[in-house]
T-cell receptor, first 113, second 114 residues
Framework: EDKVVQSPLSLVVHEGDTVTLNCSYEVTNFRSLLWYKQEKKAPTFLFMLTSSGIEKKSGRLSSILDKKELFSILNITATQTGDSAVYLCAVPAGGTSYGKLTFGQGTILTVHP | DSGVTQTPKHLITATGQRVTLRCSPRSGDLSVYWYQQSLDQGLQFLIQYYNGEERAKGNILERFSAQQFPDLHSELNLSSLELGDSALYFC?????????????FGPGTRLTVT
């Protein structure tokens, strides 16, 4: 069964700090890894990492994938209070359950002013 | 705004009742996914439809069923409701049936069973 584990489960920082969120995974037939940000409502898509795209960056957020060690990290630099959210990591299933995303428990990030 | 719409936003009902949650995917997306999010279980995949056909099933209870209509909107039916069914139910959509690509989530329906 596919498995995604995120750490830490929660993180409290102050504005301006840099944070690193971790995601390790076990999946049959790896195809991609996705990061989502969830504020009070729906998860919103951040990045997708694949074998051919192991680094992504958007503004203050960046992510890398280590396929050998089966993990990914999400970095947020110069954090702002608006970055406070739950960050979710997910992998799509292979095989007959193609459409299924398996999510990690999430990291709750709180950024204080 | 992801372009995925869900109705209703909130639903409060009693144990034993039946409810229907509705989802319209983004324009052009043929695949619809249903997820359940509860505090103790996190985000759990329930079921996927692609162009009207069931594609993949997760840990969906037998009391739950879904379908996707010709206009591609989808409905999730929950029956014989129990207190433990209280959760956020999300619908997501994507262009491809089950590729490695991103899924876009709707705002969710918060179901409270009393």
């Amino acid at each position: 069964e596919d498995k995604v584990v995120q750490s830490p489960l929660s993180l409290v920082v102050h504005e301006g700090d840099t944070v690193t969120l971790n995601c390790s995974y076990e999946v049959t037939n790896f195809r991609s890894l996705l990061w989502y940000k969830q504020e009070k409502k729906a998860p919103t898509f951040l990045f997708m990492l694949t074998s051919s795209g192991i680094e992504k960056k958007s503004g203050r957020l960046s992510s890398i994938l280590d396929k050998k060690e089966l993990f990914s990290i999400l970095n947020i630099t110069a954090t702002q209070t608006g970055d406070s959210a739950v960050y979710l990591c997910a992998v799509p299933a292979g095989g007959t359950s193609y459409g299924k995303l398996t999510f990690g428990q999430g990291t709750i990030l709180t950024v204080h002013p | 705004d992801s372009g995925v719409t869900q109705t209703p936003k909130h639903l409060i009902t009693a144990t034993g009742q039946r409810v229907t949650l509705r989802c319209s995917p983004r324009s052009g997306d043929l695949s619809v996914y249903w997820y359940q999010q509860s505090l103790d279980q996190g985000l759990q995949f329930l079921i996927q439809y692609y162009n009207g056909e069931e594609r993949a099933k997760g840990n969906i209870l037998e009391r739950f069923s879904a379908q996707q209509f010709p206009d591609l909107h989808s409905e999730l039916n929950l029956s014989s409701l129990e207190l433990g069914d209280s959760a956020l139910y999300f619908c997501a959509s994507s262009v491809v049936p089950g590729g490695a690509g991103e899924q876009y989530f709707g705002p969710g329906t918060r179901l409270t069973v009393t």
